[in-house]
């Protein structure tokens, strides 16, 4: 699952959308 979960990472980081103050990591991160 790490693979899967890491491309999100990336994907949030490439948006912009990857903030931890909304949360994303702490979904990513899960």
């Given at each position: 699952?790490?693979?899967?979960r ?21 979904w990513v991160?899960?």
């Amino acid at each position: 699952e790490c693979g899967p979960r890491f491309t999100l990472k990336l994907i949030s980081l490439q948006h912009g959308t990857f903030d931890t103050k909304n949360g994303e990591y702490e979904w990513v991160h899960k």
